[in-house]
Each structure stands twice: as C-alpha cells, then as structure tokens.
Nanobody, 114 residues
C-alpha cells in the first residue's frame, strides 16, 4: 500500500475537517489524484480530483464546499471539507484517477453527526 489517508474524525453538521494523503512511491507529480468516499451500503464514488498542473474538478454533491489541493514536492494531496453534512459521512480514500487497485489503503473515517 503506497497511499495512506489521515485526518478524519467526528464533526457536527456545518463543521470542517481536512484529510490528507501521502504517496510513498515515485512520480507523484505525473498522476491525476483523486479523493473517493464510500458510505455504508453504497458504492465508492469519486468526489474530487486534481491534475498534475492543479486543475480541479468536483462532484455536484461537494462542489462549493470541498477543496482539493496537492503538494508535488511533499507527495501529498489534501481535501478541505467545509459546511459538512450528515450525508458526507463515509470512509475517505485517495488514489490515482483512474484508480489503481493496489493503491487502496484503509482510508480515514469521517462522521458528521450532532
């Protein structure tokens, strides 16, 4: 496993969290990076992605609330999540876009609850 996510936790609706992911392999800057999430009973979905040059794209469900960023010098990608909603509760993962099966780590749990 070469992608480790961290930074999840429990937050109240309307709150904020930042999750981060570190890549221990090579050529990080060449890959489109994405944040995915999987809620209980649902399929894993891509919510944000960022190109090697910094162009970003978001799913409609998080647009305007989440911000993805990357640091090619540190081999990290982060997701700033604001105005969190209960429906954002999920395990969050990072991976390439398109994803690579061997890159999936255990993810980090984000729970939004009052």
């Amino acid at each position: 496993v070469q992608l480790q996510a961290s930074g999840g936790g429990v937050v109240q609706p309307g709150g904020s969290l930042r999750v981060s992911c570190a890549w221990s392999g090579s050529s990080f800057r060449l890959h489109v990076m994405g944040w995915y999430r999987q809620a209980p009973g649902k399929q894993r979905e891509l919510v944000a992605r960022i190109s090697s040059g910094g162009t970003t794209d978001y799913s409609d469900s998080v647009k305007g609330r989440f911000t993805i960023s990357r640091d090619n010098a540190e081999n990290t990608v982060s997701l700033q999540m604001n105005n969190l909603k209960p429906e954002d509760t999920a395990v969050y993962y990072c991976n390439f876009v398109p994803s690579v099966r061997s890159n999936w780590g255990q993810g980090t749990q984000v729970t939004v609850s009052s």
